[in-house]
């Protein structure tokens, strides 16, 4: 499993699986604006040419916000994610981060065990975070 960076021509296949994993998806507009600011750095896995996981972060000084992870439903819980999260880690660190922190829905258990195994642990709770209402736990995980 070998991840890539994104390029523009990915952006159609993001926004595909934005959809079908989120109630509140990123638009193609959104997706295309953060690629192509100078503190974005995206990766992804493809299956014959198909994306189906991606994750990006935003880097700035010291720190860093890892603001998409995603796996196409049906190549989730083979270690796709765990890849991801993984290549995110690594770019962080060559870039020089000492911290990493993210959001995740409080109903998505699935993506807190992940960060948790990661190596994440909760800080603290925004209350009605998202456009649903719904709180989000922010984690953060600290890099060597």
């Not at 509140?24 to 192509?36: E, I, Q």
């Not at 994750?55 to 190549?75: H, N, P, R, T, W």
């Amino acid at each position: 499993m070998n991840g890539r960076g994104w390029t523009m021509n990915d952006l159609d296949g993001i926004a595909e699986i934005e959809r079908e994993c989120f109630s509140d998806p990123w638009t193609r507009r959104m997706l295309a604006d953060s690629f192509l600011s100078e503190r974005f750095e995206g990766v992804l896995l493809e299956e014959d040419g198909r994306v189906v996981a991606y994750g990006g972060e935003s880097i700035v000084f010291d720190e860093a916000e890892i603001q998409l992870v995603a796996v196409s439903e049906m190549y989730r819980r083979c270690g796709r994610g765990r890849k991801i999260l993984d290549d995110l880690l690594e770019i962080a660190r060559a870039h020089g981060v000492k911290r990493v922190f993210l959001e995740v829905r409080v109903s998505n258990a699935s993506a807190q065990l992940l960060y948790l195994k990661g190596g994440f642990r909760g800080l603290y709770c925004r209350t009605r975070y998202y456009p649903d209402g719904e709180d989000a736990i922010v984690m953060m995980r600290e890099l060597d």
